[in-house]
C-alpha cells in the first residue's frame, strides 16, 4: 500500500462569515467537508475510526481516517480493530461519529465552536432516531445555529439535472458503500414512497474479493489487507454482460482466459545459490571432526577403563570366595555361598571364565579358540553333572531347567548341522545337473520355481480367507476353526492335551532324554505352517540361482509395485509469490446483481428498478418517462461494464421495445457534495433548515414530517 498523507488543517475558517453554511457528506466510506458554493471540498479522509494503545506510555490513542503504516508500527492494534460508526449506511455509533466530526471540524480549521450553519447528507429514509442524536450531537456539543439533512442521492440527481445529463423525471440508481438504492424522481423532487433498498454495496465486493483470494492463496493471507483488496477491486473487477457466459470463456477458452487474468507479484526474494565449500571451510570441517573423533575416543577410553576396573575388582573378589570354599569345610561352604548370592562352586567358576573374557576382550587381548571351547556345555549348564544328592531342592529344579535347555540346544544343533550337509550335497548334485545340461537345469529350475509360488499364493489365500472343501462350500460360507487348522497346528494341540492330562500322574521327567527334543519340535510354534519358512527359503533360493542363469527373469516379488514416496518440498519460486485474479474480476462485482451468492435473500439492483416503478402509483407513461431518464452514481457504479449489464437487466422487467436510457454520473463520487454545496449556497437553504429551538420545541417528532425542497 503507497503511504498515506493526512489532511492539512485549513487555515481560512475565520475569513468566512457566520452565515455561510458548512456542507458535509457523511458517507459510509468517506467523510467530506467543506464550504457551501465551493466545487471541491476542503477536506476528505475514511470514515472509520480506531483506538490503538501506544507500545511505550501505554495510552489509548484515537486516530481517524486512514493511518500510515509506518507510524502505526508504534501502537499496539492486536486489541483495537477499526470501527466504523454506519451500519448499513445508517449512523448507529455516536461515539465514533463524534471523534469522527471532531477530527472534521479541526481539520477545517474550527477551535472551539462551529457557529456556522450545517447541511449534512444522509441515506433514504433515515430513520428519525438517527437523525434525532446527530442533530443534539451538532447542537449541544459544537453550538451549531441551523442545521439540515438531505439526500445524498437527490443532491446527485439535481446537480447532474443542472448539467443537463437527466431530466426533471427519472430514477436515480445509487451503489453506494454499504447498500444500494433506487429512488424516482417526479418534479425534481424524490418520491420517498417509492424508493427501494438492499445492503449489498462496495463494502461487500471489496470482502467477498478479500475472502476469495483468502481461500486461493491461504498462506499469503497476510497480505490480503482490506486497504489492498479495495485497491485490487478498482483497479481489476468488472461487471460481466453476462454472467454464466463469462464463467464459460473461463472454464473452456484458456487462451482468452488468460488475456483476461490480471497477475500481482508479491515481493519474492530468491533464496541464495549453495556455493561448492572452499578449501579452507572443507579444512575446517575436517578439524573439528577430527576434534570431535578425539573426544569420542577418550570418553571410550575413560569408559574403557572403568570397565576394566570393575572387571579386576570383581574378579578378584570371585577368586577370594574360591580360596574360602577350598579352605573352608563344608558345612562353612554353604553359609559361604549363601553370602555370595550363587548356588554352586561350579556356578563361580563360570563367572569367573566369564569375567576373565569380559577382561581379556576390554583389554583388547585374544581369547583364541582354546577358550571358546571352554566355554562349553559343561560352563553353562554346571549343575548337570552335579549328582541330586550334593543339590538343594532349588538347584533340583533349575537342574531340571539346564537339562531341557542343554536337549533343546544339542538337538537344534544337530538339526542345523543335518541341514547344512544336505544343503551343500544338494549343491553338489545341481552343479553336476547344471554342466551335464544347463537348459534342462534351467527349466526344472523355473518349475520349481512356479509350483512354490502357486503353493505358498494358496496358503496365503487360505490364511485369509479360510480352507475350502471340495463342493460343500461356497466362496462365501463360513468354516470352523478345525477346518482352518493345518496338520503340524492339530498334533501340537493333541501332545498339549495330553501333557496337560499327565501332569500331576508322577514326577516330570521330560527333557531327560534325547528323545524328548523330537516331541518338543513337534509342539513348538516353529513348525505351524508346515514347513512355510522351508518353502520360502527354498523360493528365494532358486530365484537366485535363476537370475544368475537368466539376467531377464524378474521374481514377483520384485514385481510389487512399491508405494511411493512422497514428494520432496520444491523450493519457492517467483510464480509461488504471483497472484492471479481471474474468475474474481467479474464474480465479486456479481454479489450486486446476485446477493444471494454471499448469502442475502434480497433483490438485485436491476431487479430493484421494477420493484420500485411497481411501488410508483402512477400510469404507463410515466414509468415510461422516467426510464428515459436513469442516472447511476455512487461509487460502485464506476465498474467498467455496468451501464451496459443495468440495461441488459432492467429489459428483462420492462415491456417490449420500451424506451430505456441509462447514463453514468458526471462524477459518481463527488457529485453528491457538490449538489449539496451548490444547494447550501442557494437562496433557499435558509428556509430548509432547523434550529435549537425548533428541536428543543418538538423534540424528534420533528424528524417524523422533515424533508427539504430541493431546487439548485
Not at 119 to 143: H, I, V, W
Amino acid at each position: 500500500m503507497s503511504s498515506v498523507t493526512r489532511p492539512r488543517r485549513e487555515s481560512d475558517f475565520a475569513l468566512f462569515p457566520s452565515s455561510t453554511p458548512i456542507v458535509i457528506d457523511n458517507g459510509a466510506s468517506t467523510f467530506r467537508i467543506g464550504w457551501a458554493g465551493e466545487t471541491e471540498p476542503r477536506v476528505a479522509f475514511r470514515n472509520v475510526v480506531q483506538r490503538p494503545r501506544h507500545r511505550s506510555t501505554g495510552e489509548t490513542v484515537s486516530i481517524v481516517g486512514d493511518t500510515d503504516p509506518t507510524l502505526m508500527k508504534y501502537f499496539d492494534c492486536t486489541r483495537s480493530a477499526v470501527r466504523s460508526p454506519f451500519d448499513d449506511d445508517v449512523v448507529y455509533q455516536f461515539e465514533y461519529m463524534e471523534y469522527i466530526l471532531d477530527y472534521g471540524f479541526d481539520r477545517l480549521g474550527a477551535s472551539s465552536e462551529v457557529g456556522h450553519p450545517i447541511l449534512m447528507t444522509e441515506c433514504e429514509c433515515n430513520p428519525s432516531f438517527s437523525r434525532a442524536r446527530m442533530a443534539e450531537l451538532l447542537f449541544e456539543t459544537y453550538g451549531v445555529p441551523s442545521i439540515a439533512f438531505g439526500i445524498d442521492n437527490a443532491f446527485s440527481y439535481k446537480y447532474n439535472q443542472k448539467l443537463g445529463n437527466c431530466g426533471e423525471d427519472g430514477l436515480a440508481i445509487s451503489c453506494e458503500h454499504g447498500t444500494c438504492h433506487v429512488v424516482p424522481f417526479l418534479k425534481g423532487q424524490p418520491v420517498l414512497g417509492a424508493c427501494c433498498r438492499t445492503n449489498v454495496g462496495g463494502f461487500h465486493v471489496t470482502d467477498f474479493l478479500r475472502q476469495l483470494l483468502t481461500l486461493k492463496y491461504p498462506y499469503h493471507m497476510a497480505n490480503f489487507t482490506w486497504e489492498k483488496a479495495e485497491e485490487l477491486k478498482k483497479e481489476h473487477c468488472y461487471v460481466a454482460l453476462d454472467y454464466l457466459s463469462e464463467l464459460q470463456i473461463f472454464k473452456n477458452n484458456k487462451e482468452e482466459a488468460e488475456e483476461k487474468t490480471r497477475y500481482w507479484q508479491l515481493p519474492w526474494v530468491p533464496p541464495p545459490k549453495e556455493e561448492p565449500p572452499s578449501e579452507e571451510e572443507l579444512a575446517r570441517k575436517a578439524a573439528l571432526r577430527e576434534k570431535a573423533g578425539q573426544r569420542l575416543r577418550e570418553m571410550a577410553a575413560a569408559k574403557r577403563s572403568q570397565k576394566i576396573v570393575e572387571l579386576e575388582k570383581q574378579l578378584s573378589y570371585l577368586e577370594e570366595i574360591t580360596e574360602q570354599l577350598d579352605e573352608a569345610e563344608e558345612s562353612e561352604s554353604t553359609a559361604i555361598l549363601g553370602r555370595s548370592g550363587y548356588l554352586s562352586q561350579q556356578e563361580i567358576k563360570s563367572a569367573i571364565l566369564k569375567a576373565t573374557q569380559s577382561l581379556r576382550k576390554a583389554k583388547g587381548e585374544s581369547n583364541g579358540n582354546e577358550e571358546k571351547a571352554d566355554a562349553s556345555a559343561a560352563d553353562k549348564y554346571p549343575l548337570v553333572s552335579v549328582p541330586d544328592e550334593e543339590l538343594t531342592p532349588e538347584q533340583i529344579k533349575e537342574k531340571k531347567k539346564q537339562i531341557l535347555l542343554k536337549t533343546t540346544t544339542e538337538g537344534k544343533l544337530r538339526a542345523k548341522q543335518k541341514r547344512a550337509e544336505e544343503e551343500a550335497l544338494r549343491e553338489k548334485q545341481e552343479e553336476q545337473k547344471r554342466a551335464e545340461n544347463p537348459e534342462l537345469y534351467l527349466e526344472e529350475l523355473r518349475a520349481r520355481y512356479s509350483e512354490l509360488s502357486e503353493k505358498f499364493e494358496q496358503r496365503k489365500r487360505q490364511k485369509v480367507n479360510g480352507g475350502q472343501t471340495n463342493g460343500n462350500h461356497g466362496s462365501s460360507g463360513g468354516v470352523g476353526r478345525g477346518e482352518r487348522l493345518n496338520a503340524a497346528q492339530k498334533e501340537r494341540m493333541r501332545l498339549l492335551a495330553s501333557a496337560a492330562f499327565d501332569r500331576g500322574k508322577g514326577e516330570d521327567t521330560f527333557g531327560m532324554r534325547d528323545e524328548d527334543w523330537l516331541v518338543y519340535n513337534k509342539m513348538s510354534k516353529d513348525n505351524d505352517d508346515d514347513g512355510n519358512d522351508d518353502d520360502e527359503s527354498e523360493l528365494v533360493r532358486i530365484a537366485s540361482k535363476l537370475q544368475e542363469i537368466d539376467p531377464t527373469f524378474v521374481s514377483k516379488s520384485e514385481a510389487v509395485q512399491l508405494t511411493p514416496e512422497p514428494p520432496k518440498i520444491r523450493p519457492l519460486t517467483a510464480e509461488d509469490y504471483r497472484i492471479a485474479i481471474g474468475i474474481e474480476r467479474f464474480r465479486c462485482p456479481e454479489v450486486l446483481f446476485q446477493p444471494g451468492m454471499i448469502g442475502i435473500d434480497q433483490a438485485g439492483i436491476d431487479e430493484m428498478v421494477s420493484i420500485s416503478l411497481r411501488r410508483l402509483m402512477e400510469d404507463e407513461s410515466v414509468k415510461q418517462r422516467l426510464c428515459q431518464s436513469i442516472l447511476v452514481t455512487g461509487g460502485s457504479s464506476l465498474f467498467p461494464g455496468m451501464i451496459p449489464r443495468l440495461e441488459s437487466g432492467i429489459r428483462q422487467y420492462r415491456p417490449y421495445l420500451s424506451p430505456l436510457k441509462l447514463v453514468r454520473a458526471a462524477d459518481p463520487i463527488l457529485d453528491a457534495w457538490r449538489g449539496a454545496a451548490a444547494f447550501g449556497a442557494s437562496s433557499k437553504f435558509g428556509k430548509q433548515t432547523f434550529s435549537l429551538a425548533d428541536y428543543r420545541e418538538h423534540g424528534e417528532n420533528l424528524f417524523h414530517r422533515y424533508n427539504i425542497v430541493y431546487s439548485l
